[in-house]
């Protein structure tokens, strides 16, 4: 069965420093993986996705990650965090089951970057 | 370009009073559609989906109930709330993309508290 685990759900970061949100999957066919950005009391806005091809996918606003078959892993880094980066960070995983294409959620990592 | 749009944005109900969320979504046909609830401190919980015109499919039991009355509007809704049924409720449409996979859109959301 397919699912998504976020290895800790709190992670602060000094402004500046490197931001590193953990994502670890379980998949039985190639995995199509996202990142999703929340801010407060808002949707979801979608930061990157790995398809196929190029293993190290690039996003908005500087934030990047890599897919890792050998360690079905999918973190997102970015090299310096600012302020406006503080928000909830979901991974999700996308496969075909039950006659429609669902989408599997991380339970979520929220960052918090301090001066 | 595809627009969400959901409605209303907060909503306090009393406990035992009806519910009615509206999504609707704008510039594609026959999307994929779902309901996800968001608990405080939890990650996304995928409530319905919906693949086509009064097609609704749960994932969990529970107190809530879709439908699809037309190819881009879907409702939550519920006969009575219950206190658990607070949280905050988004909508979300998705289409089948050429690489095989599938990318979920998100409208705002609608934070629901039950009182």
């Known amino acids: 069965a397919q699912s998504v685990t976020q290895l800790g759900s709190h992670v602060s970061v000094s402004e500046g420093a490197l931001v590193l949100l953990r994502c670890n999957y379980s998949?039985?066919?190639?995995?199509?993986l996202f990142w999703y950005v929340q801010y407060p009391n808002q949707g979801l806005q979608l930061l990157l996705k790995y398809t196929t091809g190029a293993t190290l996918v690039k996003g908005i606003n500087g934030f990047e990650a890599e897919f890792k078959k050998s360690e079905t892993s999918f973190h997102l880094t970015k090299p310096s965090a600012h302020m406006s980066d503080a928000a909830e960070y979901f991974c999700?995983?996308?496969?075909?089951?039950?006659?429609?294409?669902?989408?599997?959620f991380g339970a979520g990592t929220r960052l918090a970057v301090h001066p | 370009s595809q627009t969400i749009h959901q409605w209303p944005a907060t909503l306090v109900q009393p406990v035992g009073s009806p519910l009615s969320l509206e999504c609707t979504v704008e510039?594609?046909?026959?999307?994929?559609l779902y309901w996800y609830r968001q608990a405080a401190g939890r990650g996304l919980q995928l409530l319905f989906y919906s693949v086509g015109i009064g097609q609704i499919s749960s994932e969990v039991p529970q107190n809530l109930s879709a439908s699809r009355p037309q190819d881009r509007q879907f409702i939550l809704s519920s006969k009575k709330l219950l206190l658990s049924d607070s949280g905050f409720y988004l909508c979300?449409?998705?289409?089948?993309?050429?690489?095989?996979?599938?990318?979920?859109?998100f409208g705002q959301g609608t934070r629901l508290t039950v009182v």
């Open positions: 998949s039985s066919v190639p995995p199509y």
């Open positions: 999700a995983v996308s496969f075909y089951s039950g006659g429609y294409n669902k989408l599997i």
């Open positions: 510039g594609t046909s026959n999307p994929n």
């Open positions: 979300a449409w998705s289409v089948l993309l050429d690489w095989g996979g599938t990318e979920a859109f």
